[in-house]
């Protein structure tokens, strides 16, 4: 079973930065995509940035410029450089990763990013 544990969350000023590391243990398979997503009070989980093990990056247009996601592979762990925090940006923020031949998918429990206007 994949565990993940998410770090990194907090309470920001508009305009600041965080850094989330999201760290995975426990796979019996090689780690594919990795990437976080986020949800904010009353809205659909939203896909923030993805990578692949081989450094191809995507991320949503509300990030593109502002946000950087970076992966580990030797340590498992994906990292999402967040700057110029907006107030929407505001959200738990989800670690999630495939594995394996047909890319099963795990979650991590959250982390809360609030950024105040």
């Known amino acids: 079973q994949v565990q993940l544990v998410e770090s990194g969350g907090g309470l920001v000023q508009a305009g600041g930065s965080l850094r989330l590391s999201c760290a995975a243990s426990?796979?019996?398979?090689?780690?594919?995509?990795m990437g976080w997503y986020r949800q904010a009070p009353g809205k659909q989980r939203e896909l923030v940035a993805i990578?692949?093990?081989?450094?191809?990056?995507n991320y949503a247009d509300s990030v593109k410029g502002r946000f950087t996601i970076s992966r580990n592979n030797a340590e498992n762990t994906v990292y999402l450089e967040m700057n110029s925090l907006k107030f929407e940006d505001t959200a738990v923020y989800y670690c999630?990763?495939?594995?394996?031949?047909?890319?099963?998918?795990?979650w991590g429990h959250g982390t809360q990013v609030t950024v105040s206007s």
């Open positions: 990578i692949t093990s081989g450094g191809t990056s």
């Open positions: 426990g796979s019996s398979f090689s780690i594919n995509a």
């Open positions: 999630q990763v495939r594995t394996g031949r047909y890319s099963v998918v795990y």
